[in-house]
């Protein structure tokens, strides 16, 4: 979880730095009218890291098989308003949920990692798988839509 923990503390340190140095454009602008924006793509890992840190909790001491509850992504991302927020908002609620985030992860009791949940369609995963798939799915956004230019996604 060491890994983990350092990998979404490099993304709480650099992404705003990555952020900082686009223009307003780059980051408001949606490559096709029902994709996302920069700006937007950054609300989406905060909606995540909300529903996130609820269930690296509650998988800790519910009864198993926890039962992940999925959340409809495009509208969260509409209803939070992202695109017309701040960048310094998102930035900064980017970076204090995934501080919590990453104080859960160091604290998980290595008992608590082999802990199940049903991730849908009762595809049961550990809470280490889920919190490794919380980073990859992070990286995944900041890799393939955030850090590149001119991209369709």
Not at 66 to 86: E, K, L, P
Not at 124 to 145: A, P, R, S
Request: charged share 20%; aromatic share 8%; glycine share 2%.
């Amino acid at each position: 979880m060491q890994k983990v923990a350092e990998g979404i503390s490099h993304w709480i340190k650099t992404l705003p730095e990555e952020y900082n140095s686009m223009s307003e454009e780059e980051i408001s602008n949606r490559p096709l009218p029902n994709n996302w924006s920069k700006k937007e793509i950054l609300g989406h890992l905060c909606d995540s890291a909300i529903n996130n840190i609820e269930r690296f909790i509650k998988i800790q001491y519910e009864e198993q098989v926890y039962v992940i509850q999925s959340y409809n992504q495009d509208q969260w991302v509409t209803v939070q308003n992202y695109q017309d927020r701040t960048l310094d908002e998102i930035v900064n609620l980017f970076q204090t949920l995934n501080k919590q985030i990453v104080n859960i992860v160091k604290n998980v009791p290595n008992e608590k990692l082999s802990n199940l949940c049903d991730i849908g369609n009762n595809q049961h995963k550990t809470l280490e798988w889920l919190i490794q798939d919380y980073l990859g799915h992070m990286e995944h956004h900041i890799h393939n839509q955030i850090l590149i230019e001119n991209s369709d996604f």
